[in-house]
Nanobody, 117 residues
Framework: QVQPVESGGGLVQAGGSLRVSCKAS???????????MAWYRQAPGKQRELIAT???????TYADSVKGRFTISRDNANKKIHLQMNSLKPEDTAVYYC????????WGQGTQVTVSS
């Protein structure tokens, strides 16, 4: 069972930047490369929401709430995806998770991102 491991979260002031990463170590490389990968986030008291996706060839989509501020990227050889977050806002505070766009893998622990005002 593939369970991605997220890292890179932390505390940052509003307007700042942070980069979170995810590695799907247990995935077979060819399987990972065939998946549309995604970042999700879950804020306290709210449902998990999909915020960005990336195909094998790096075509991307973004939720309106992060468009223009966040950039998703992937490293197929190392089975990693990244999320560069700029111009962070307090409402970006959440636990960030990666998975396929359909949530096919097991959910990892996530990485906490806290944006102070």
């Amino acid at each position: 069972q593939v369970q991605p491991v997220e890292s890179g979260g932390g505390l940052v002031q509003a307007g700042g930047s942070l980069r979170v990463s995810c590695k799907a170590s247990r995935a077979i490389t060819s399987v990972f490369n065939s998946k549309i990968m995604a970042w999700y986030r879950q804020a306290p008291g709210k449902q998990r929401e999909l915020i960005a996706t990336i195909t094998r060839l790096s075509s991307t989509t973004y939720a309106d709430s992060v468009k223009g501020r966040f950039t998703i990227s992937r490293d197929n050889a190392n089975k990693k995806i990244h999320l560069q977050m700029n111009s962070l806002k307090p409402e970006d505070t959440a636990v960030y998770y990666c998975n396929t766009d359909t949530g096919e893998f097991s959910w990892g622990q996530g990485t906490q991102v806290t944006v102070s005002s």
